[in-house]
């Protein structure tokens, strides 16, 4: 390389490297050095995996920034008009790393789908995201794991899945936990959104435990049947306004109806 062309070198490097840091990162803070240092090692790997499951471009390409909030887990933009980046509460408070990614997954999921935006449809979606990043880094961290500790507890994402998809299982329907239990996916789905009033699916009563569970049944039934995650994006149109009343609106195209 000429020393005439080395700094122009530098100068791309620099500014691919702004790029990269500029939109789309993931910091966390807010928590002792050791587990913030942790935690940011598993953010970067949900992250990743949340972006490479849906293939499409996060509709906002701002940074992202975790913290632990005790008022639970939550997607904020720091400005709703204006924003200049999401903030992402997670009520984890120790080195509790399924639950980590557990929520995490589920608000990145929010991040993907538009943080504007939510309904019943766009939560299920969040927590299907939730359930495939507990199994996708299951399975990375048995075979490629960043240390041995994270190797031999590898496991435990999928059983965290496992138990959250159990429980909500446990409280349904007979003749629902029967049709799950012969894995007809279709006649779930459709079981799924004809008693959707069942499930308090309200905008007041979408953090109720009826309503949680009606999210990961359906979070099941995407992910068995193989529901196309671009497919799932398309979910969150149309785009919310920036009236704070736009939010809740019904998914648009896709609506319940994309359960049959
Ligand atoms: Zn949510």
Known sequence: MTSASRPATVFFGCFVLARLCAGESISVEGYESGLQRHFQFIADEV??????????????????VCRYGASG???????????????????????????FVYQLGHELGHV???????????????????????????????????FEYARVHADEFRKYRERAEREAISRAQPLLQQVIAEQDWEIAGAYLADHMRDFELTEKGMKSQPARDWQSLAAIVFRAAKTDWPRLARCAVPEPGLELGFRYQDAGPCQYGMLR
Not at 47 to 64: G, H, M, Q, S, V
Not at 73 to 81: A, E, G, H, K
Request: glycine share 2%.
């Open 73 to 99: 887990p939550v997607t904020r933009l720091d400005d709703w008009i204006h924003p200049s980046r999401i903030e992402i509460g997670i009520s984890t408070v120790g080195p509790y790393d399924s639950q």
């Open 47 to 64: 992250w990743r995996i949340a972006k490479e499951t849906f293939r499409i471009k996060p509709p906002l390409d701002l940074p992202i």
């Open 112 to 146: 993907m789908l538009n943080p504007r935006r939510s309904n019943a449809l766009i939560e299920a979606i969040a927590t299907a995201v939730s359930y495939e990043v507990l199994d996708q880094l299951s399975e990375k961290w048995k075979t490629k794991a960043p």
